[in-house]
């Protein structure tokens, strides 16, 4: 390999790199015991971030076919013994999310992924 070609090759990692991540939001201080829903972009890397009002276990489920089938994660459920914040770092490869909460306690989550 030429130096020319390792320094593209650096020069597309670092621009891979740079670019800015997304943010997806699925609940916004919402009552979600029916469940909602998000299609996940084709991330290298994404964190889940929850917040509960209170007691509540919330279920993730993944899929890896656009929505059709899913599957839970060991993570899941996610059990809130009281109101607060948590911060979860994933990393499967899947096109879609699910996130069902055991009541209506409110509940707010985002999605941050890195390209």
């Known amino acids: 390999m030429t130096n020319?070609?390792?320094?593209?090759?650096?020069?597309?990692?670092?621009?891979?790199?740079a670019q800015p991540g997304q943010t997806i939001a699925l609940a916004d201080e919402a009552d979600i015991s029916t469940g909602v829903e998000a299609t996940l972009y084709p991330f290298h890397r994404w964190t889940l971030?929850?917040?509960a009002a209170g007691e509540v276990d919330v279920t993730l489920e993944l899929s890896p076919d656009g929505g059709a089938t899913f599957f839970t994660p060991e993570e899941s459920p996610v059990k809130f013994s009281q109101?607060?914040?948590m911060i979860i770092e994933?990393?499967?490869d899947a096109?879609?999310?699910r996130?069902?909460?055991?009541?209506?306690?409110?509940?707010?989550?985002?999605?941050?992924?890195l390209m």
Not at 4 to 17: A, E, G, H, K, P
Not at 102 to 112: E, N, P, Q, V, Y
């Open 49 to 51: 971030y929850l917040r």
């Open 99 to 113: 996130l069902t909460g055991s009541d209506g306690t409110l509940i707010t989550a985002f999605i941050r992924g």
């Open 4 to 17: 020319q070609s390792l320094n593209d090759l650096q020069l597309i990692f670092y621009r891979r790199r």
């Open 90 to 92: 994933m990393g499967y």
């Open 95 to 97: 096109t879609h999310i």
């Open 83 to 85: 109101a607060g914040d």
